[in-house]
C-alpha cells in the first residue's frame, strides 16, 4: 500500500473571466493569478496559501514589462513559499509540467502543499496600447506580431511567422493521410468545434458561453474572417481574453488531516512529456507527431490504462490539427466531446495557461461525474507535448516521483529528417501547404512546404494572383498534397507550378 504522504491528491481549484465595460480597467496578470487562487484555496476550504510550500507561475506575454512574477504574487497573496518559480517560457503544456512537478515534489516528501497558477490579461492590453496611441493596436494574433518584429528568416520570409500561419502545414497534411477530402477534413473540424461550444455553452468558466452549429464556424464570413488556408477565425485559438486559473495540490494525508471530504478529492496519475524540434522545417513529417503519439501512449501505459477507460479527456486545441493528431493516437471516437473547458476557441485561449482552466474543468467535472480524466497539453507550433491522467480515485499503477521525459524514446521513433535545400529550382512535389489572407479575407500569399526529387525539403511561393493556382490549393476538387509539379525561379522569386 502507498503512504498517503506520498499521494497527490487536488484540493482546490479556481478560475477567473475579467471583463469590465471598458477594457482598459481590466485586471493585469498578478491580479488575475491572486484572484484565482484565492478561489482555489475557498474550494479547498480556506488556510492554504499562507502555508504553501511551493508556488509555480505559467508565464504570461501580455504584460512582460512586469518581468518575473513570483514575489509579487507570493505578497499578493500572502504566502512565502520555500520554492517559488515562474516557468521558462510561456508554452501550452506548462500547467501540467507545473502539475506533474508538483506531483513530484509531494511523492518524494519535499513538499505538501503547492500552487500552480497562470493569468493572460491581453485584453486589457491591447486597449491600453490603444489608448497610448489611439489607434486599433490590437492584432487577432499578438504572436504573429510579435514574430513579425524580428528580423526574417528563411521561414519568415515564406509567411511562417507564428502559430496560425504554421498549423495549416499539419493540418494540411494530415487531412491528406487520413485519406479525407477537403470537405470530409473540414466536416471533421466542424464536429469538433461545436461539441467544443457546447461544453463552453454550459461552463461558468468559459469566455465565449454560445453553442454554434458547426456550418456557422465554418463559413467564412465578416465576423468569421479566413486566417491560413483552411482555418477561420472560430476555428483558432482567442487570445483577446483576460482569464486566470489556479489550482492546489497536496498530500493525501493533509486533505485527510484537513477533514476534507474524499468526494472532492482528485488524484494525479503520472505523466510523459517528449518535444519535437523547435524549428518546425526539422521535423520528420507533418502528418503526425511522434513526440505527441509518444507522450499519449506512455501516459496511459505508466498508469495502468487504455483509451478506453477514461471518461473525460481535455485534448489541446488551439488549432484543429492538434485535437485530430491527439484523438487518433489515443483511440478518442468523434463523437464524444473533446473538451471538458470548452476547447481554446470558446472557452477562452490565454496564451499559456488554457490548461489550468482544464484542470479547474475537469476537477470539477470529475467531482460530479467521477472516473478518470485525460489531460493532452501542446506548446510552440506542435512542438511540446506532455500528458498526465487525474482520476476520482487512486490510481494504483501511480508512484511518485517518477521521471516524465521521453524524449528519447520518441526521438528513436523519429524517420529521418529532410535535409534542407533553400535554393531549389526543379521537379518536386508538395509535402504541405497554405495560402495566408489579410484582414479582409482576401488570399495575399501562400506557401508549399516541397519535396525534391532526392527527398530534400524546401519552401516556396503560391502565385495566389493566379485563378487557376488559387482553386488548385483552396477549391477541394483535388487534393494537391502529393502532386508533383516544378519549382520555378523568376525575378528572384521561387514559386509552384503545375507544369
Given amino acids: 500500500m502507498q503512504d498517503p504522504e506520498r499521494i497527490s491528491v487536488i484540493i482546490g481549484v479556481g478560475q477567473i473571466n475579467d471583463r469590465p465595460e471598458d477594457p482598459e480597467l481590466g485586471l493585469d496578470p498578478p491580479g488575475l493569478m491572486a484572484a484565482a487562487l484565492r478561489l482555489a484555496e475557498q474550494d479547498a476550504g480556506g488556510d492554504v496559501l499562507a502555508r504553501l510550500d511551493s508556488l509555480a507561475i505559467v508565464d504570461q506575454i501580455s504584460f512582460r514589462e512586469l518581468g518575473n512574477l513570483c514575489d509579487t504574487l507570493a505578497r499578493a497573496i500572502g504566502a512565502n513559499p520555500r520554492i517559488n518559480y515562474q516557468s521558462e517560457a510561456p508554452h501550452g503544456d506548462t500547467p501540467i509540467r507545473l502539475l506533474n512537478e508538483a506531483a513530484n515534489r509531494i511523492g518524494s516528501g519535499e513538499v505538501t502543499l503547492a500552487a500552480v497558477v497562470g493569468g493572460e490579461a491581453l485584453r486589457t492590453a491591447a486597449a491600453r496600447a490603444a489608448a497610448r496611441t489611439r489607434t486599433d493596436s490590437a492584432s487577432h494574433n499578438a504572436l504573429r506580431a510579435a514574430a513579425r518584429r524580428r528580423e526574417p528568416g528563411y521561414l519568415q520570409l515564406h509567411g511562417l511567422s507564428a502559430p496560425v500561419d504554421v498549423y495549416p502545414i499539419y493540418e494540411n497534411a494530415g487531412r491528406a493521410a487520413y485519406g479525407q477530402t477537403l470537405a470530409e477534413g473540414q466536416a ?127 485534448l489541446y486545441s488551439c488549432f484543429p490539427c492538434v485535437p485530430k493528431m491527439a484523438r487518433r493516437t489515443l483511440g478518442w471516437p468523434l463523437e464524444r466531446p473533446a473538451s471538458v473547458f470548452g ?157
Fill in 188 to 314: 471533421e473540424t466542424g464536429a469538433i468545434w461545436a461539441q467544443f461550444s457546447e461544453v463552453a455553452a454550459s461552463n461558468e468558466g468559459a469566455w465565449i458561453r454560445k453553442a454554434m452549429p458547426a456550418e456557422e464556424i465554418l463559413t467564412p464570413g465578416p465576423k468569421n474572417r479566413p486566417l491560413a488556408f483552411p482555418y477561420t477565425k472560430l476555428t483558432v485559438a482567442n487570445s483577446s481574453v483576460n482569464q486566470g486559473a489556479g489550482f492546489i495540490v497536496t498530500s493525501l494525508a493533509e486533505a485527510r488531516r484537513r477533514g476534507m471530504a474524499e468526494e472532492r478529492l482528485i488524484y494525479v496519475g503520472m505523466g510523459a512529456a517528449a518535444k519535437e524540434d523547435p524549428n518546425i522545417l526539422r521535423r520528420d513529417r507533418y502528418d503526425r507527431s511522434v513526440s505527441m503519439d509518444t507522450a499519449i501512449r506512455r501516459t496511459l501505459e505508466l498508469n495502468g490504462m487504455t483509451g478506453a477507460d477514461l471518461d473525460l479527456v481535455e
Fill in 343 to 499: 476547447g481554446l476557441t470558446f472557452g477562452g485561449g490565454p496564451i499559456a495557461n488554457y490548461m489550468s482552466h482544464a484542470v479547474v474543468s475537469m476537477v470539477q467535472r470529475l467531482r460530479e461525474e467521477r472516473g478518470n480524466g485525460f489531460l493532452f497539453a501542446n506548446g510552440g507550433y506542435a512542438t511540446d507535448n506532455h500528458c498526465i491522467v487525474i482520476a476520482s480515485r487512486p490510481i494504483a499503477a501511480a508512484s511518485f516521483p517518477q521521471n516524465f521525459d521521453y524524449q528519447a524514446e520518441a526521438d528513436a521513433a523519429c524517420e529521418p529528417v529532410p535535409i534542407l535545400n533553400k535554393d531549389y529550382v526543379g521537379p518536386a512535389a508538395i509535402e504541405s501547404y497554405t495560402v495566408f489572407h489579410d484582414r479582409e479575407g482576401q488570399p495575399v500569399s501562400g506557401v508549399v512546404v516541397a519535396r525534391t526529387a532526392s527527398g530534400e525539403r524546401t519552401l516556396c511561393q503560391i502565385d495566389v494572383q493566379d485563378p487557376e493556382m488559387l482553386a488548385f490549393f483552396v477549391s477541394g476538387q483535388i487534393e494537391p498534397v502529393g502532386k508533383r509539379g516544378h519549382i520555378l525561379l523568376e525575378d528572384g522569386a521561387r514559386s509552384w507550378t503545375n507544369a
